[in-house]
């Protein structure tokens, strides 16, 4: 299994989301300011994310986006496997020794099965809560 900078990118973004959709919608530039990132990449993701059925938007003035789940029903699995261009869960599930051609296909497959399971186990409730813990302001500045 391989998470991309793109996959990273999301699930930072989506832990954002989640600290501050109670507020209302969130703006995908506030979000693109606080994580240095640009909006047409962030753009590129809501995209995916939206697509997943992750997060819901709203057009116009004080429009943005917003979580489609509660915090606790979306999973960082849920984030890497909607903007990443593989099919992470299939492939750690239907990938079996016999189809490998290396001799340590088994290993890697367990690998990608384990990644995928605590992936799935971590939640942006989680998320959040370890953010809080760690100081992280919601209301800081732009």
Known sequence: MRIT????????????????QH???????TISARQGTSLS?????????????????????????????????????????????????EEAATRGPAQMVSMTGSLWTAFNAQVLAYLQSVTLRDLVAEQLARGVRVESPV
């Open 5 to 20: 900078t793109r996959g990273q990118l999301a699930v930072s973004a989506m832990t954002d989301l989640a600290m501050r």
């Open 23 to 29: 507020k209302g919608p969130v703006a995908l530039s």
């Open 41 to 89: 990449h962030l753009e590129q993701l809501f995209s995916a994310l939206k697509k997943a059925g992750l997060v819901d938007s709203t057009r116009g003035p004080g429009g943005g986006y917003a979580l489609a789940r509660k915090p606790e029903q979306v999973s960082v699995a849920d984030i890497v496997v909607a903007v990443e261009n593989q099919r992470v869960a």
